[in-house]
């Protein structure tokens, strides 16, 4: 497939599960792609050679080094922002210091790339942002922080929707339920619970987010912007 051909790709997050999933996508589909990772550099490396991206180490968690990223891939036509960690675990008990790197690579790092890419970006660029359902819900107790970092990401789209869009440039959340990757396995112990909040019972696969987001990034979407795009088997329903 040609869908992006000559565009030019930069992924956040892209060595396993989602970001994977929509780094094959995107180079399938022609594109340029360049993603970035933290610790996983084998699978980085395998990934770029299977599909012929180029992978760079960046740390989501260092401003600086986010922002330089991102002015240092020139101009892109889709920027998708897809790392992101949880911390789980009683709120009373957390060290601070582990909460605020979420924050930073959760929230921090989604809004100043997003900002960085656009200075850039021609008319026509799409930034997506990796959020989750959990922005709309939290069902469960130990996990108020990352709640509190993908709802964060609504008001992000929704204010630089208006900023951006006057230059022809979207920016949308898509906001993942349960999906089986490394962070959240389809055969770990939290299967039943996951399952008992969903309307189709099992997880989601990287490949069906990865579908959305190429939606996002394509010419059919240029009227979408400053939306939240949930993909979560109705766990929020
Ligand atoms: P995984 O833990 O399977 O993969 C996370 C990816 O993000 C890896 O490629 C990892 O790279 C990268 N990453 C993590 N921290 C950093 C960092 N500090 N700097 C650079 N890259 C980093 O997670 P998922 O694929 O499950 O999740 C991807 C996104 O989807 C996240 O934003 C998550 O919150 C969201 N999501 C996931 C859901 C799920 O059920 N799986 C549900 C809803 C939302 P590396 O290993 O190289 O550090």
Redesign the pocket.
């Known amino acids: 497939m040609t869908a992006f051909q000559g565009k030019s790709v930069l992924v956040?997050?892209?060595?396993?599960?989602?970001?994977?999933a929509i780094v094959r996508r995107f180079a399938a589909d022609g594109a340029a792609v360049t993603f970035?990772?933290?610790?996983?550099a084998e699978?980085?490396q395998a990934l770029a050679a299977e599909t012929g991206s180029t992978a760079v180490v960046?740390?989501?968690?260092d401003r600086d080094a986010v922002i330089a990223r991102v002015r240092e891939s020139g101009p892109l036509d889709v920027l998708v922002v897809?790392?992101?960690?949880?911390v789980f675990g009683d709120a009373l008990e957390q060290d601070p210091d582990v909460i605020d790197r979420l924050f930073r690579?959760?929230v921090h790092a989604p809004y100043h790339a997003s900002v960085e890419a656009a200075r850039q970006m021609p008319a026509g660029g799409r930034i997506i942002v990796?959020?989750?359902?959990?922005g709309d819900r939290m069902p469960v107790a130990g996990m108020a922080s990352y709640a509190l970092s993908k709802s964060a990401l609504q008001g992000l789209a929704r204010g630089l929707a208006r900023d951006f869009g006057p230059r022809g440039i979207t920016i949308n959340v898509v906001q993942?339920?349960?999906?089986d990757?490394?962070?959240?396995p389809e055969d770990g112990p939290m299967r039943d619970l996951m399952h008992s909040f969903l309307a189709i019972k099992r997880h989601g696969r990287?490949e069906e987010v990865a579908g959305m987001v190429a939606w996002l990034a394509g010419p059919e979407a240029g009227f979408v912007t400053g939306a939240m795009h949930t993909i979560d088997g109705a766990f929020g329903a």
């Open positions: 956040l997050g892209g060595s396993r599960g989602i970001g994977a970035t990772y933290a610790g996983s699978a980085a960046t740390d989501s968690a897809n790392a992101g960690i949880a690579i959760n990796i959020g989750s359902v959990n993942p339920g349960p999906i990757t490394d962070a959240n990287p």
